[in-house]
């Protein structure tokens, strides 16, 4: 019993891997990646929409803060699905990023300070069920996203 | 690659910006363009139809920020009009519905503009 539903998994993703440039028109690149990966796994579609805009904020921060716009940055993004457990890997090679530096956004306070970034931290902590930043200096940062199969979007 | 592109109508006082595609940080600049065009043309009344977008991000969404306040001090706004349910719950999660109009149809927000003249 227990082997057919292994049998099943296996058919499906195990590990995927994208490297991709830091620049903005390889986002849409990185979308396609995340969504034929979630399909085939099976989320519902609204869960695989809140995934992939998770995935685009994370590495919409990569490009703007940890590259500071150079283009010529590598961002890897490697994917695992074990125990209905979806987890997306984002390396890159930039500034460290201190997430408990960014506080939760207060629209009003955008608002008055003509501050526009910074909410895609919060949407990214929203839309799934794990965040988590590990930077070394001068090696790597990595963020961490995953979402199981079976929670609510 | 995302493809995203915004048209225009004047409708009189009231500026509708159409908005077409996949609007993120690549593409959030176009909009911004369309934006600052009608501002440098002193058109402060504008209604953005969310018909045909498909996809928006935090970028995307800055550019309504950006924006915002040049309006309101000259007496304009910005109401936002026919999103769908996926693109409203993002506005919603972030809490834009406390800073802008949303409205079901372009002509309900285009209505709400003339109301107060």
Same mark, same amino acid.
């Given at each position: 019993?227990?082997?057919?539903?292994?049998?099943?998994?296996?058919?499906?993703?195990?590990?995927?891997?994208?490297?991709?440039?830091?620049?903005?028109?390889?986002?849409?690149?990185?979308?396609?990646?995340?969504?034929?990966?979630?399909?085939?796994?099976?989320?519902? *579609?609204?869960?695989?929409? %809140?995934?992939?805009?998770?995935?685009?904020?994370?590495?919409?921060?990569?490009?703007?803060?940890?590259?500071?716009? =150079?283009?010529?940055?590598?961002?890897?993004?490697?994917?695992?699905?074990?125990?209905?457990?979806?987890?997306?890997?984002?390396?890159?090679?930039?500034?460290?990023?201190?997430?408990?530096?960014?506080? #939760?956004?207060?629209?009003?306070?955008?608002?008055?300070?003509?501050?526009?970034?910074?909410?895609?931290? =919060?949407?990214?902590?929203?839309?799934?069920?794990?965040?988590?930043?590990?930077?070394?200096?001068?090696?790597?940062?990595?963020?961490?996203?995953?979402? %199981?199969?079976?929670?609510?979007? | 690659?995302?493809?995203?592109?915004?048209?225009?109508?004047?409708?009189?006082?009231?500026?509708?910006?159409?908005?077409?595609?996949?609007?993120?940080?690549?593409?959030?600049?176009?909009?911004?363009?369309?934006?600052?065009?009608?501002?440098?043309?002193?058109? =402060?009344?504008?209604?953005?139809?969310?018909?045909?977008?498909?996809?928006?991000?935090?970028?995307?969404?800055?550019?309504?920020?950006?924006?915002?306040?040049?309006?309101?001090?000259? *007496?304009? #706004?910005?109401?936002?009009?026919?999103?769908?349910?996926?693109?409203?719950?993002?506005?919603?999660?972030?809490?834009?519905?406390?800073?802008?109009?949303?409205?079901?149809?372009?002509?309900?927000?285009?209505?709400?503009?003339?109301?107060?003249?």
């Amino acid at each position: 019993m227990r082997s057919s539903n292994l049998k099943t998994e296996n058919k499906k993703l195990k590990e995927k891997e994208l490297s991709v440039k830091s620049k903005t028109n390889n986002l849409s690149i990185i979308r396609d990646f995340i969504c034929n990966a979630a399909t085939e796994i099976g989320f519902p *579609s609204e869960v695989i929409d %809140n995934i992939i805009l998770a995935v685009d904020e994370a590495c919409t921060n990569i490009i703007k803060h940890a590259y500071k716009s =150079y283009p010529e940055g590598e961002i890897t993004v490697k994917l695992k699905y074990a125990d209905k457990k979806f987890t997306i890997i984002i390396i890159d090679h930039g500034t460290p990023f201190k997430p408990e530096t960014v506080p #939760d956004p207060n629209l009003q306070t955008y608002y008055r300070q003509h501050r526009i970034g910074g909410l895609g931290m =919060y949407l990214m902590k929203s839309l799934m069920d794990e965040v988590k930043y590990v930077s070394v200096p001068g090696k790597y940062n990595r963020v961490l996203l995953s979402k %199981n199969l079976n929670t609510s979007p | 690659m995302a493809e995203f592109s915004t048209s225009t109508k004047d409708a009189g006082d009231i500026n509708v910006i159409y908005l077409n595609g996949y609007l993120d940080a690549h593409t959030a600049p176009v909009l911004e363009n369309t934006f600052s065009d009608l501002i440098d043309k002193r058109k =402060y009344s504008i209604v953005v139809n969310f018909k045909n977008l498909a996809y928006i991000s935090s970028a995307g969404l800055g550019v309504f920020m950006a924006f915002i306040e040049k309006i309101r001090e000259n *007496s304009g #706004d910005i109401k936002l009009a026919d999103m769908s349910d996926k693109v409203y719950n993002i506005f919603d999660l972030l809490g834009f519905p406390l800073l802008y109009e949303i409205f079901k149809s372009e002509e309900d927000a285009i209505k709400k503009f003339n109301e107060i003249k």
